[in-house]
């Protein structure tokens, strides 16, 4: 955009009355162009300083562990074995159960509160989910505790009895487990995936509804079949989002997770995720390789959330071509 | 540039004058363990209303953190649950050119606590009880290990939940010391630590986190801190000493843990896990200041000194009533002649 405005003015002819006026105009394009540039630098360089730092105060881990680091179920602070599996594992499916269950509902919600719903209900329910993404993770957490688990603790007997027959439902149940982390993860992302979605939906044109409506569409096909479509890309964004949340979310998970590092089936069973590990153990742990082997940890996360964003716009980049075709 | 350099000059005398009007003004700090944490603003807090020139801070980071300031030199002292290993000790050296002194403060307790529907009593614990049911080879409430030592009491069949803490602590330091020293198998397949490899167990952020997972679970058995314990009125069994007897954490059995040490070390790095006396409860610890011996500043030096003294013998009558344990009289005494060695 700057760019087009400096052609622009240098198209002008420098006449000797316009001369200072033309160069006020370009330096404040300059100016602004440069500011602009600086806000943007400063985001990369911070992000380049976080991998550095991350890179380099794991330099003792690296270098003991390898790649063994990546696939070691081993976590022992006194032996000094350190391995991430458990963890990896743990936050993988703590998100992937989150995303399962938000994502669905976040955008059926968006989906009602842009197009079926009154005015008024509109309104109203958009304010309180909007509230829901200013509550601390801690109380979410604590909702966690005093709500969720012992809900599941009701309704897990007859999970198991209803699919007991797969592996991921099968096992003592104690409460604190992947599967209460999951579900308290998708309250979190809720609210991200539905304002957002919620807005982009709004932002349809209306040119684009009454064309559906005139051709015979009716409401829900309307909107199914042209405003969604339309808003596809805004949805995608807001699951993204909502994934980088569910990735790196804290305390809620450690409150509800179990915080107990191996790698179960099941999805009754206690977990472990990479963000509870570091802030659990990170203010006692002494010793220079358990310290990187924590800060090392801190670099696989960065890398999951890289890779999995990666894969997802490939993945949705690859559908929407298909669907333009 | 004149004008600049003389204004420099005014600001650097302006200061310069007030530093030596107020030479008598210390201001220290600390940061460290987060279990004395309370006795440790109280004390500082009394001690500043008696000599109001000396101001101590203290920052509750964790032990780690603690032992890391210290050693960095960002911190006059510091404070931990767990004495400095040799290693920690090398780097401070290395760092600091001097040598850093132990000082026991106050004593601290892991106590067992439980959630069985229908048993408000106080179990009796043995040590091989306890050392099984965290190895998991104990599984069950009505295990004999457990039912030989509480005998009229009925317990469930039901499996043991055990839940421990995730977070890196003293506390934890403490309770494994403890299983370390009475089973061997303990010591070698988990060892001690702030963190340890937990060969069963769910983990909670926290003492709030274990007690909130202990009192959510039926048939749950974890450990907090004896402080925690009491004044969220949790319901926690008595141990089998050394001595063989069964006995229930109180401030006079922890302070008895102490006093049963023989052979106190100079530098006070000892754990006082499973000591001898037959009143002693046997998972108990010292939490310790760390204090660099060679002080370059007088004022420092001499306030450090003041404030130990005072702590060993008044401070110590305001712990019980924030419900820690005081030294036992023969552990104040070494520590007052110790006090010499801060130079």
Redesign the interface.
């Known amino acids: 955009m700057p760019g087009s405005a400096i052609t622009a003015v240098d198209a002008r002819p420098p006449g000797a009355m316009p001369r200072s006026l033309f160069q006020r105009l370009v330096s404040g394009d300059r100016i602004a162009y440069l500011l602009t540039f600086l806000c943007a630098a400063s985001v990369v360089l911070v992000t380049i300083a976080l991998v550095w730092e991350l890179y380099a105060n794991s330099g003792p881990s690296r270098r003991q562990f390898g790649l063994k680091f990546l696939v070691s179920s ?6 000094g074995q350190f391995g991430a599996a458990p963890f990896i594992y743990g936050t993988l499916v703590t998100t992937a159960l989150a995303m399962l269950i938000g994502v669905p509902l976040g955008v059926g919600a968006a989906i009602f509160l842009a197009e079926l719903a009154p005015p008024g209900i509109s309104s109203g329910l958009t304010f309180l989910i909007e509230l829901l993404a200013a509550v601390p993770s801690v109380i979410i957490g604590l909702l966690g ?1 005093f709500v969720v ?2 809900i599941l603790r009701d309704t897990v007997p007859y999970l198991r009895g209803a699919l007991g027959w797969m592996p991921l439902f099968q096992g ?1 149940f ?3 487990s992947l599967l209460a982390a999951g579900i308290v993860l998708s309250i979190m992302i809720l609210p991200f995936i539905i304002s957002i979605s919620r807005e982009v939906i709004l932002a349809v044109p209306a040119d684009q509804r009454e064309a559906a409506l005139a051709l015979g569409a009716t409401r829900w096909e309307m909107t199914w079949d042209v405003v969604v479509p339309y808003a596809k890309k805004g949805i995608v964004g807001s699951i993204f989002l909502a994934l980088a949340r569910s990735l790196g979310e804290t305390m809620a998970v ?2 509800v997770v ?4 191996q790698i179960a089936a099941s999805l009754f069973a ?1 977990g ?1 995720s990479i963000a ?1 590990v570091i ?3 990170f ?5 220079a390789l358990y310290q990187s082997a924590l800060v090392e940890l801190g670099l696989v996360l960065f890398g999951l959330t890289m890779a999995i964003n990666a894969a997802a716009r490939l993945l949705v980049l690859s559908t929407s071509g298909k669907g333009s075709a | 540039m004149n004008r600049v350099a003389l204004a420099i000059l005014a600001v650097a005398c302006l200061t310069g004058g007030v530093e030596s009007a107020s030479a008598q003004q210390v201001s220290m700090n600390g940061a460290g363990a987060t279990f004395p944490y309370p006795i440790y603003s109280k004390w500082f807090d009394e001690y500043h209303k008696k000599f109001p020139a000396i101001q101590i801070n203290y920052q509750s ?5 603690g ?2 300031q210290v050693t960095a030199g960002t911190v006059d002292f510091g404070a931990s649950d767990g004495p400095m290993n040799d ?2 000790i090398k780097a401070f050296e290395a760092a600091r050119h001097t040598r850093i002194l132990h000082f026991p403060t106050v004593l601290g307790a892991d106590v067992p606590a439980y959630n069985l529907p229908g048993i408000t009593a106080a179990l009796n614990f043995t040590p091989e009880a306890l050392a099984g049911i965290f190895l998991g080879k104990i599984t069950q409430w009505n295990d004999p290990a457990i039912a030989s030592a509480n005998p009229g009491v009925k317990l469930p069949k039901a ?1 043991i ?1 055990v839940v421990h803490r ?4 003293g506390t934890t330091y403490c309770w494994t010391d403890y299983l370390s020293k009475v089973s061997p198998e303990w010591e070698k397949r ?9 060969p069963v ?5 926290g003492n709030e ?1 274990v007690s ?2 202990i009192k ?2 039926p048939n749950s058995l974890g450990y907090v801190e004896l402080i925690f314990a009491i004044q969220n009125k949790m319901t926690y069994g008595k141990m089998r000493n050394a001595a063989g007897q069964f006995v229930a954490a109180t401030l006079d059995s922890v302070s008895a843990a102490a006093a049963s040490v023989k052979d106190m070390p100079d530098d006070f790095r000892v754990s006082i896990t499973n000591p001898p006396g037959s009143a002693a409860y046997p998972i108990a610890t010292f939490t310790w200041l760390l204090i660099p011996e060679k002080i370059g500043d007088d004022a420092k030096r001499k306030a450090i000194k003041t404030f130990l003294e005072w702590m060993l013998t008044d401070g110590q009558k305001l712990a019980p009533a924030l419900d820690y344990a005081p030294l036992p009289a023969p552990v104040v005494a070494k520590e007052i002649k110790a006090i010499q060695k801060i130079q």
């Open positions: 081993d976590w022992d602070p006194v032996a505790i688990i012992p003592p104690y409460g604190v450690t409150m179990g915080n107990t590092p206690p472990y509870a802030a659990n153990e203010a006692e742990a002494t010793g | 980071l964790g032990s780690g953190a032992i890391q290693e920690q499996d939940v995730s977070d890196g602590s988990a060892g001690r630590g702030t963190s340890i490899k937990w167990g769910l983990g909670g952020k986190g909130g997972q959510q679970t």
